[in-house]
């Protein structure tokens, strides 16, 4: 249902009435946004010297910024490649027919989805301390990465199940009745093309992932971009300055990893050979530490009834935020 | 035709990520190896632990040199054990790891506001003191605490899990509004603003902050002397030689008014007043 | 095994009571600024569509903890919103629930607006027919519907913010996660006070889960 429905097409008094709330509204913002601004004016806090350091020292960038972010981005990679594969082996495990296999697999699958990576860091980090010889320069990093695979694991187990179960029942009864074998049909038939339809569900579990490493500069002082804040603050007493600065840095990028998510989504969907089936996560799904979500993960069933491809078909805006 | 780039493209995605499990290990085991770089005496270097953000004692600049009271002595007793200053490696060391990094010889020695504790004397061996410090308050300029009773009235700001906050708990001032940040920099805008009314932990590091010339005028110490802290420089437990070399190169700093230098320096815009040169009493 | 366990020293209750408080506080917050959202996004006023798009797509993209820490930085130390308290703790603890509903809010909002699409457009056609306002349509006919199929969704958005509540430690407010690192530092039972915590948080996301799920089942609107 799009929002049109839900109003009429406004006359010239609907007009002027929303013309009035638009007046208001952006009135209450600015006011706001003013006395916040003047505020931190009156504290001293959009001083040129707070700011500037940013604009004008390019070592800023080199030193903090940069070395952080690529931390960050480290991070993420690391743990969404190891977590990818131990997410499909559990999701396959979830699906076995045999309930050896199948209730431990839950079991897992529920328990580190019900904790919070917050949780899980800490805990990593003290483990690798007193049971490996892990060297502490690295250990943050193998704590956050550790933690942010055992999450995010679980969570992907759920993604890959259900974009086995989104394949329509066809392809599994025409591999069966070729004479495919259990693990051949997995592995041949339904694999392949679940991973097709995943891949804009795991690149918006990328940003969750993305946002979660912070986790590890706040708690484990893992030198990541959130970290990188507070060197610069040691250095300009700048922390607000700083901190808006890496918020807009973590905006950008999570921005850009969800536009690739939605474009490679659009041309999925778009695709001929495939199903044409595509998981997304919904945008409410992707929450930091935290997310437990998946069954609500959805699969969009395949556009039947339209004839072909046209090229230039718009995908529909399902998912699209 | 585009499908088959989508679908080539996500059965190489999936291979990646199989294969970069496996790079991925090797990865970490490989800056594991190369990155542990204690124990460089033959060739002249030192790899050294301080603290990365505490300014005046310990900070790392913009241009990647680092700066401090902390990094001063370090390289002065380098230099007296005949290493140079462009080949010194300073490494992070956060306060809970300073004794796992010199029992795993990740660094040949710490210099990071480091005090001597019969404690820590179990896990490592201390050489020393360079300097002694006390816990105190940091204060807007135009306040004043009398007393440590009065510390009870105050909203105090410290980090969370530091002996000082403790302290402060236990035993100074059970009463005080207190609440612990993961580092001493949060505290600093809501005491500059007025929200908060005292930031403590040991006055070296609070004169650090106050000598900042972001803050210059704004902060003074309040100056109670609430405990004794003899900073020291770790070394791996029971090396005596080592004990011996620094301690000289410590004696001698004091002697040729280096360490008068050093302090004013790095302290002197704060109007801190420092105890002198501490005696040497870590000796074998 | 469990002689660590020392309840004197460590308020372990108190600290799930306080993860409780917050969940249940910024729970209501963020469905309330989260249903002002979606209201937004879908009004006829272009100001507040685009107010909400962009409110919406920015927090989201910020990590909690970057957030948080902003409250008590931004607001309380520069700008002095003390959130009308008296003591600091109290203080922390109101900014730790205006960060997390303000975070937590725009998770909500997808789920509504996802919600909206289920209902049918029959719906709002029959009621504009009747007359009503737009705010009468959304009020009365669309988002009770909304809500009723946004239930598993909005079960999903309440556990992670469970799990969130760990945040708030970062700005000083006493809740499990703090207390946890606090007896990490000093007993030596790494593995069982780890556990400990798992299971604290399991107790309280696992019956979340259940009890909202059937709730899901039984208002769900049958289509």
């Known amino acids: 249902m799009s929002s049109s429905v839900l109003y009429d097409v406004p006359g010239p008094r609907a007009r002027s009435v929303n013309v009035l709330l638009a007046v208001l509204f ?30 004008t020292d390019g070592r800023v960038w080199t030193t903090f910024l940069l070395p952080g972010l690529w931390a960050t981005v480290k991070a993420a990679l690391l743990a969404i490649v190891i977590a990818l594969p131990l997410g499909a082996v559990l999701g396959i495990a979830r699906m076995s027919d045999h309930s050896w296999v199948r209730v431990p697999a839950g079991a897992v699958v529920e328990f580190f989805r019900a904790i919070p990576v917050l949780i899980l860091m800490i805990f990593a980090n003290e483990a690798y301390a007193r049971f490996t ?183 529909n805006d399902q998912g699209q935020t | 035709m585009k499908i088959r780039k989508a679908s080539a493209l996500a059965a190489a995605v999936l291979a990646l990520s199989l294969t970069a499990t496996a790079c991925g290990s090797d990865d970490d085991s490989g800056d594991n190896g190369a990155g542990s770089g204690g124990g460089g005496e033959e060739a002249q270097t030192l790899t050294i632990g301080i603290k990365f953000d505490q300014p005046g004692l310990g900070l790392k600049t913009e241009d990647g040199t680092f700066t401090g009271f902390d990094v001063d002595v370090a390289t002065y007793v380098a230099k007296e054990l005949g290493v140079d200053a462009e080949n010194i490696e300073f490494k992070e060391s956060p306060s809970p790891e300073r004794e796992n990094m010199l029992s795993r010889g990740d660094v040949d020695f710490i210099v990071a506001t480091y005090s001597i504790t019969d404690e820590r004397k179990e896990k490592v061996s201390f050489a020393g003191p360079y300097f002694l410090a006390h816990q105190d308050l940091l204060i807007r300029a135009d306040d004043s605490v009398g007393s440590v009773e009065e510390i009870n009235d105050l909203t105090l700001c410290s980090v ?78 029971g090396d005596t030689e080592l004990q011996a070399d620094i301690n000289a190169a410590l004696e001698k700093m004091v002697e040729d008014g280096s360490w008068e230098q050093f302090v004013e320096k790095n302290f002197g815009p704060s109007g801190y007043e420092y105890e002198p040169a501490p005696e040497i009493t870590e000796t074998s | 095994m469990f002689d660590f366990l020392d309840l004197e020293r460590y308020d372990l209750f108190g600290a799930f009571w306080m993860t409780v408080q917050l969940t249940v506080f910024s729970a209501i917050g963020s469905l309330v600024w989260g249903t002002a959202l979606v209201a937004m996004r879908v009004s006829p006023v272009p100001v507040m569509r685009a107010f909400g798009t962009a409110y919406v797509n920015i927090i989201r993209n910020i990590p909690l903890t970057v957030i948080i820490i902003a409250c008590a930085q931004g607001l309380y130390f520069t700008l002095r919103v003390d959130m009308g308290s008296d003591d600091q703790s109290t203080a922390y603890f109101r900014l730790a629930v205006l960060g997390l509903s303000a975070y937590t809010a725009t998770f909500v909002c997808e789920a509504l607006r996802s919600g909206i699409n289920t209902v049918p457009m029959g719906q709002a056609e029959a009621a504009r027919a ?65 556990l400990l915590f798992a299971s604290g948080f399991v107790l309280l996301t696992l019956p979340t889960g259940l009890v909202l799920g059937w709730v899901a089942k039984r208002v769900a609107v049958k289509r």
């Open chain 1, 26 to 55: 952006v009135l209450v913002l600015g006011g706001a946004a003013w006395w916040v601004l003047d505020t931190m004016h009156d504290e001293g806090q959009l001083a040129a010297d707070k700011w500037k350091p940013f604009v």
């Open chain 1, 133 to 315: 010889d892990v060297e502490p320069d690295n250990r943050p990093l193998y704590a956050v990465v550790t933690a942010l695979v055992l999450y995010n694991a679980s969570v992907l187990a759920e993604v890959v199940r259900a974009g086995v179960q989104a394949l329509p029942r066809g392809q599994t009864d025409a591999a069966l009745a070729v004479g495919m074998r259990k693990s051949q049909l997995m592995l041949y038939v339904l694999l392949p093309q679940a991973v097709t339809a995943m891949l804009p569900a795991i690149l918006s579990q990328l940003v969750v992932i993305v946002k979660d490493t912070a986790l590890g500069g706040a708690v484990l002082g893992y030198s990541e971009l959130m970290r990188s804040a507070g060197l610069i603050n040691a250095n300009y007493a700048n922390l607000i300055a700083s901190l808006t600065v890496v918020a807009v840095i973590y905006i950008v990028l999570n921005y850009l990893i969800t536009s690739f998510a939605h474009w490679l989504e659009a041309r999925i969907r778009r695709g001929k050979r495939t199903t044409g089936a595509v998981l997304t996560m919904e945008p409410h799904e992707q929450t930091e530490a935290g997310q437990p979500t998946l069954p609500t993960v959805k699969a969009l069933e395949p556009p039947h009834d339209r004839p072909g491809d046209r090229p230039g078909d718009q995908p």
């Open chain 2, 160 to 237: 969370s899990g530091s002996t000082s906050a403790q302290n402060m708990k236990e035993n100074l001032a059970p009463d005080a509004d207190l609440s612990e940040f993961n580092t001493y920099s949060e505290c600093l805008s809501g005491l500059e603003s007025g929200v908060v009314d005292a930031l403590t932990t040991d006055d070296a590091i609070l004169a650090g902050y106050a000598a900042q010339e972001q803050y210059a005028g704004k902060f003074k110490l309040a100056g109670l002397s609430l405990s004794d802290e003899n900073y020291g420089i770790g070394i791996p437990k």
């Open chain 3, 130 to 194: 009747m007359g009503l306002s737009f705010v009468q349509v959304l009020w009365l006919i669309v988002l009770p519907q909304a809500f009723r199929s946004s239930v598993a969704p909005l079960t999903n958005v309440l556990i992670a913010l469970t799990k969130n509540t760990t945040v708030a430690a970062a700005i000083s407010v006493a809740e499990a996660a703090l207390l946890m690192k606090e007896m990490i530092e000093n007993e030596a039972q790494t593995l069982v006070i780890g």
